[in-house]
């Protein structure tokens, strides 16, 4: 079990364009997280899965953003029509069911420009 | 609703003591305390669950006040490793949803 892994590291696109990240959760782990993170800030959630169903979103979310966790598996994230706020370390995490500690990946630094 | 951390930042030599606080107007199911060091993703620590024990991990270790609701994390003997950022995660319901504090930064110097 190698941990969470995320795809790409770092990013970097032209306001305007869209952009996937993918994470891979630990093995057996059910729950998968999303988080954005700025710099000296904690991470703010984005959305949840557990297995394969979006529990929750935050309302915070604007609707460029979308998630699927098709499988139950790995997990994508989506953001359309990049604006330069959109510009922050994207976090993804999982935890298994028999607990509510979660394991973070190591992020995809996205950069508007 | 953000829970408030304080201190906001504390600067320590090597062996002192030092704790934080995390603070919410809510009540809570658990508090989870993390580490993130600069450039990498925060590492779990501790959960600290409501009527729950106090939580230990080699030098460090949390406690949960419920009346209060406010968690308290205790970093003793500090080591030049325990640099970072210490983020508390408040759960409510135990709905699996963390709200993130601020973080308290911390330094500590040989």
């Known amino acids: 079990d190698t941990g969470v892994s995320q795809n790409p590291r770092h990013k970097i696109t032209k306001r305007g364009q869209n952009v996937t990240f993918r994470c891979d959760p630990i093995?057996?782990?059910?729950?998968l997280y999303w988080y954005r993170q700025t710099l000296g800030q904690g991470p703010e959630f984005l959305t949840y899965?557990?297995?394969?169903?979006?529990?929750?979103k935050s309302r915070l979310l604007s609707d460029r953003f979308s998630a699927e966790r098709p499988k139950g598996s790995f997990s994508t994230l989506e953001i359309q029509r990049t604006e330069q706020g959109d510009s922050a370390m994207y976090l993804c995490?999982?935890?298994?069911?028999?607990?509510?500690?979660?394991?973070f990946g190591p992020g995809t630094r996205l950069t508007v420009t | 609703q953000q829970p408030v951390q304080s201190p906001q930042a504390v600067i320590l030599r090597e062996g002192e003591d030092a704790v934080i606080n995390c603070s919410s107007s809510?009540?809570?199911?658990?508090v989870h305390w993390y580490r993130q060091k600069h450039g990498e993703a925060p590492v779990f620590l501790m959960i600290?669950?409501?009527g729950g024990e106090q939580m230990r991990h080699e030098k460090i270790s949390a406690s949960f006040n419920e009346k209060k609701q406010q968690s308290s994390l205790y970093l003793t003997a500090s080591q030049l490793s325990y640099s970072g950022t210490y983020f508390c995660?408040?759960?409510?319901?135990?709905?699996?949803?963390?709200?993130w504090g601020a973080g308290t930064k911390l330094i500590i110097k040989p």
């Open positions: 995490a999982s935890s298994s069911r028999h607990g509510h500690e979660q394991y």
């Open positions: 093995s057996e782990h059910n729950r």
């Open positions: 899965f557990q297995n394969e169903a979006q529990l929750e």
């Open positions: 809510k009540a809570l199911y658990s």
């Open positions: 600290l669950l409501k």
């Open positions: 995660g408040t759960e409510r319901d135990s709905n699996y949803q963390l709200i």
